[in-house]
């Protein structure tokens, strides 16, 4: 049974492998687009098309070798049925369509016998196969030789099926057969380990970037999946927005901004917190503007749950903006934000992204108060004072006073005082005037204690008090924001209404607390100012006597309607200019 084994591979080296190679050099004798001297000067004219084969993984590298030996002469005797098989559907596939699939053929059956796992043949596979390589080589020589050369070929092969194989000769096929086998075989195994090592490679490195170090629940370090999401775009896109706001305002960074690039240098981490407004917003931002970010590579987060969607390796730098709350102390927030702490150390440390978590001082102090967390990483926080923060007593009469002293009152100034404007004169238009208000307690309070608090249970009632206030004084202003107070030129200003001090439609207990702040800093300086300078004592009762006689009924009233009584004008003090002056005055019923 070994036998018909042996004389099957002598078929194929002897006869087939002859027959593909002398089919090669037929082609390649006849190519239009290039002149044959010799068969190793047509393969080095054909070498782009064999490397291209070569990188397609077609030809292995030892078989790339044998067309290109750089340490033995060319031989192309050595070249196998594989190698010749593949060359000849590549390198001439136009021209091998008629014999395209006997060549095919003869490859499979080379390679169906290289890997049995036995040499033992039955009688009725060999028959089968014999017939088959017969008719393919037979068919393969039909192609490019005459008659001759055909009838040889055949009487060649009618001897090897009866005749005894010569033992020399059989050993020397058998061995070239398991050279070319084994040769293969090394090949195929050397690719196959080197595509693991590339698998394995890019396997290690994809779960690298899908995963997250974090703490189970035992506290010892693992790594958890990432969750896919596209939300990364819409953080980055909120930076570029958050920077070019910034840079649009007039805004002179204080010294922190110094201070916040050396953490980040030394520790990737900065913690940023300010009081009032947006100061350490935009001096984080100024900070970051002259360093070597990438914006496309730099988020904003304000929801510190967002972080799952974050891909450290994808990103230079995150900014947290208020993660803590940004009117108020935010309790599922500020949870969040100290749960995912430890992770957000831990990227800071293995990766080079960088992270600044700016928020309100006065909101981080509650989050930590409330939620009894004190983290180590706060004891190192940059403390920002300077822009829009919390003002000193000083500072605020010191901006008030300057701003009293001016004639031309700044930009914002003006945008203050359209505003206010137009919000009470559309309140007059839109706000029915009835006699249910107390508005001569209202007044006399205002005129005693430079005042007053109004509430009521519903917003008519504080509307109808805004309109008649407003009507009352020639000079007022409405205001709804605490920084709206410090660009006010309060010395031509009559009265100061202050719109929802607490929170318009819920109740908002940062904003009251900053406005109680900045009414403690404003008494003093509203004391300060005298008026009394400017107001000259009248003998009314004598006036109105004079002019008008007594009225004939006269009571203290509550209806906030008021009736004219009389026009006249002042007497003069010798030492105060015409000009300087009220020269004159309207009395009215209410005394």
């Not at 055909?150 to 096929?173: A, F, G």
Request: neutral net charge.
């Amino acid at each position: 049974m070994s036998d018909r084994y042996y004389r099957l591979v002598t078929l194929l080296i002897d006869i087939s492998l002859p027959a593909l190679r002398d089919l090669f050099e037929h082609f390649a004798q006849n190519d239009p687009n290039i002149t044959f001297t010799t068969l190793e000067g047509y393969m080095n004219r054909r070498r782009k098309a064999v490397d291209a084969l070569l990188r397609s993984r077609v030809l292995c590298k030892d078989q790339f070798n044998n067309v290109f030996p750089t340490s033995v002469k060319f031989d192309e005797t050595k070249w196998d049925i594989s190698l010749l098989s593949s060359l000849l559907l590549s390198m001439f596939r136009q021209t091998t369509t008629p014999v395209k699939n006997e060549i095919q053929l003869i490859r499979d059956m080379r390679n169906k016998l290289a890997h049995r796992s036995d040499t033992n043949m039955m009688e009725t596979e060999y028959n089968t196969m014999w017939a088959d390589a017969v008719g393919l080589t037979v068919k393969v020589i039909t192609h490019f030789k005459g008659p001759l050369v055909i009838q040889k070929v055949v009487k060649d092969i009618t001897s090897l099926e009866t005749r005894t194989l010569d033992p020399s000769k059989t050993l020397e096929i058998i061995n070239t057969w398991y050279l070319s086998v084994v040769l293969e075989n090394a090949a195929e195994m050397k690719q196959k380990l080197e595509e693991v090592g590339i698998n394995t490679s890019f396997t290690s490195n994809v779960l690298q970037k899908a995963t997250v170090k974090r703490k189970s629940r035992s506290g010892k370090p693992s790594k958890r999946m990432k969750s896919l999401s596209t939300c990364l775009e819409g953080f980055k896109g909120d930076f570029k927005r958050a920077m070019s706001r910034c840079m649009k305002g007039d805004f002179s960074p204080p010294e922190q901004v110094v201070t916040i690039r050396q953490k980040l240098e030394d520790d990737h981490l900065a913690i940023v917190i300010g009081y009032g407004g947006s100061a350490y917003l935009s001096t984080v931002l100024h900070a970051i503007k002259e360093t070597e970010y990438e914006p496309n590579r730099c988020a904003l987060l304000t929801d510190p749950s967002d972080w799952i969607h974050v891909d450290p390796d994808d990103l230079q730098l995150i900014v947290f903006k208020d993660p803590f709350g940004s009117v108020v102390f935010d309790q599922n927030k500020a949870t969040a934000m100290f749960n995912k702490l430890e992770d957000i150390q831990n990227s800071c440390e293995d990766s080079k992204l960088d992270l600044i978590i700016a928020s309100k001082g006065e909101i981080l102090n509650e989050a930590m108060r409330v939620l009894e967390q004190t983290p180590d990483v706060f004891d190192d926080k940059i403390v920002v004072y300077k822009g829009t923060s919390a003002p000193t007593p000083s500072c605020l009469i010191e901006q008030m006073t300057l701003m009293k002293e001016k004639n031309d009152p700044p930009v914002y100034s003006r945008n203050v005082s359209q505003m206010s404007k137009c919000y009470v004169e559309d309140l007059q238009k839109t706000t029915l005037k009835t006699s249910d208000t107390n508005y001569r307690t209202i007044q006399s309070k205002l005129n005693d204690n430079h005042c007053v608090v109004l509430s009521a249970t519903d917003n008519e009632g504080l509307s109808k008090c805004i309109a008649y206030l407003t009507e009352a004084f020639p000079s007022f202003l409405t205001v709804s924001h605490r920084d709206d107070i410090m660009h006010a030129k309060l010395g031509s200003t009559g009265v100061v209404v202050v719109i929802d001090m607490a929170g318009k439609y819920v109740f908002d207990k940062l904003k009251a607390n900053q406005w109680l702040e900045t009414f403690d800093f404003m008494k003093p300086m509203v004391n300060a100012l005298d008026f009394s300078k400017r107001i000259v004592d009248v003998d009314v009762q004598n006036i109105i006597k004079t002019e008008l006689g007594r009225p004939s009924s006269v009571s203290i009233q509550t209806d906030p309607k008021l009736i004219h009584v009389a026009d006249m004008k002042l007497q003069l003090n010798k030492n105060e200019h015409e000009e300087r002056i009220t020269s004159g005055m309207t009395i009215v019923e209410d005394r």
